[in-house]
């Protein structure tokens, strides 16, 4: 496993972390997340030997442990913009709960994506 590259494309959820608090609406944000799928999944296919998928699962796993801990402490300022957030019990409870699930699903997605990626994109000839 190439730690250090799941960790620098993670940072990816590090900055959607914050664009989501406020400046990137919901309709919109599945799109970012798409462009930033697309992307992990090629650059895993070309630097890694192999565990594709567990490379982008593990991608994904690091995106929500900085999504979820974001939007937690800035969860004033998220709510004022996600009001569709705030349910009738503790929004932040929620989000703790919801977090993992999310990334484990979003991680089930770009591991597809980036074993899909290792067949259709030639590695790095480094990487051999």
């Known amino acids: 496993m190439n730690w250090k590259l799941i960790v620098q494309l993670s940072l ?3 900055i959607m972390a914050f ?5 990137i609406p919901d309709k919109i ?12 999944a090629f650059v895993i296919a070309r630097a890694c030997t192999g565990k594709y998928f ?3 699962f593990w991608v994904s796993i690091f995106n929500c ?13 998220y709510a004022q913009n996600h009001p ?6 503790h929004p932040r409870l929620a ?6 699930v999310v990334g484990i699903v979003c991680g089930l997605i770009l591991g597809l994506f980036a074993l899909i990626a290792s067949k259709l994109v ?5 990487v051999r």
Not at 19 to 23: A, F, M, P, V, W
Not at 65 to 77: A, D, G, L, N, Q
Request: aromatic letters at 20%; glycine letters at 8%; a negative charge.
């Open 12 to 14: 990816f959820g590090l």
């Open 19 to 23: 664009g989501t608090i406020s400046l």
């Open 29 to 40: 944000e599945p799109f970012f997340w798409l462009v930033i799928f697309a992307f992990c």
């Open 54 to 56: 567990m490379h982008g």
């Open 65 to 77: 442990v900085w999504i979820t801990t974001v939007h937690f402490i800035f969860f004033t300022t």
């Open 84 to 89: 569709d957030m705030v349910i009738h019990w």
């Open 95 to 100: 989000m703790v709960l919801m977090g993992p």
């Open 122 to 126: 030639k590695p790095n000839a480094s």
